[in-house]
């Protein structure tokens, strides 16, 4: 499992789309993509995965290319509470194990 | 379900005391982990299991060892506190591989200091 790439910072206002990309270019076939959330003091928790294509599921979208060396997270319409931590780190599925990289820190002002 | 939960929720340790860190979850999950997370750092695995009896090492395995006798448990064991050993400490569990559910569940973590 390889280490992931992500912009260190970003900003935001209320209401907007945000999208955060993760590059993983030594992606391996039996990989599979993460994202995670983590609040201040807490575990992390997870938003969303997928292997190929786009996934979608109530809180998020992934988006991720035909050669699966990136993916983008997208969160609609970001409220202040969605401030956080974002990590992607890639799972190996016969284990569980996960690698994180260093995440990218979302700041949504009002 | 309580979910995944660790004790204690703090903990000051002396140099070269030792202790144990307290995991257990109640899904019946099969893969279990532990992970440190340093201030303002992203996560690294100590050790994973895939199953009871079954233990391997993750990224940053020296000074810490791990047993799973059990499903539900997983302790990590600190052997010699260091001052390098201080920082937040995360276990997880976690489906198998059968289903496509690779989702991870974390417990609320413990803080350590070592002195």
């Known amino acids: 499992l390889a280490k992931t790439t992500q912009p260190i910072s970003m900003d935001s206002y209320e209401g907007q789309e945000v999208n955060i990309t993760c590059s993983h270019n030594?992606?391996?076939?039996?990989?599979?993509i993460t994202w995670y959330q983590q609040f201040p003091s807490q575990g992390p928790r997870f938003i969303i995965q997928g292997y190929k294509t786009k996934v979608t599921n109530e809180v998020a979208s992934l988006f991720i290319p035909a050669d699966r060396k990136s993916s983008t997270l997208s969160l609609p319409r970001v409220s202040l509470s969605d401030t956080a931590v974002y990590y992607c780190?890639?799972?190996?599925?016969?284990?569980?194990?996960?690698?994180f990289g260093q995440g990218t820190t979302l700041q949504v002002k009002p | 379900n309580a979910g995944v939960t660790q004790t204690p929720k703090f903990q000051v340790l002396k140099t070269g005391q030792s202790m144990t860190l307290q995991c257990a979850q109640d899904m019946n999950h099969e893969y279990m982990s532990w992970y440190r997370q340093d201030p303002g750092m992203g996560l690294r695995l100590i050790h994973y299991?895939?199953?009871?009896?079954?233990?391997d090492q993750g990224e940053v395995p020296n000074g810490y060892n791990v047993s799973r006798s059990t499903t539900e448990d997983f302790p990590l064991r600190l052997l010699s506190a260091a001052p390098s050993q201080t920082s937040v400490y995360f276990c997880?569990?976690?489906?198998?591989?059968?289903?496509?559910?690779?989702?991870?569940?974390f417990g609320p973590g413990t803080r350590l200091t070592v002195t």
């Open positions: 780190p890639l799972g190996a599925g016969n284990t569980g194990k996960l690698i």
């Open positions: 997880a569990s976690s489906y198998g591989g059968t289903g496509g559910r690779y989702e991870q569940y």
């Open positions: 299991s895939v199953g009871a009896g079954i233990t």
């Open positions: 030594n992606i391996a076939t039996n990989d599979y």
